[in-house]
């Protein structure tokens, strides 16, 4: 069964920094379609902060732009989040998203979602 593995997160002061990580667990079999990290905050929608596609192109949320960075290690099925200059509303709980191709007897296309991992930025 393939599984996202979320870490990192936590509790930072304004202007902090923290890391997050994502790796794709249960297979070695696939490529990438994209990649990403979504965040929902308390009685707020989900929205997408990050995203990296196969081709390393990356995407961020103009609220993040120049603090963020994504970044994809091919070598061990993980993604990375790093945030710098945190502020508090930032806080949210933070979800890995992935939308994968599967390599087995039929090329299969499936998407994940991570178990979430709360970061909150103190002020």
């Known amino acids: 069964q393939v599984q996202l593995v979320e870490s990192g997160g936590g509790l930072v002061q304004a202007g902090g920094s923290l890391i997050l990580s994502c790796t794709v667990s249960?297979?070695?079999?696939?490529?990438?379609?994209?990649m990403g990290w979504y965040r929902q905050a308390p009685g707020k929608q989900r929205e997408l902060v990050a995203q990296?596609?196969?081709?390393?192109?990356?995407n961020y949320a103009d609220s993040v732009k120049g603090r963020f960075s994504i970044s994809r290690d091919d070598a061990t099925k993980t993604v990375y989040l790093q945030m710098n200059s945190l502020k508090p509303e930032d806080t949210a709980v933070y979800y890995c998203?992935?939308?994968?191709?599967?390599?087995?007897?039929?090329?299969?296309?499936?998407?994940?979602w991570g178990q979430g991992t709360q970061v909150t930025v103190s002020s």
């Open positions: 998203d992935a939308d994968l191709y599967l390599i087995g007897s039929t090329l299969r296309r499936e998407h994940r």
């Open positions: 249960g297979t070695d079999n696939f490529n990438y379609n994209t």
């Open positions: 990296i596609t196969s081709g390393v192109n990356t």
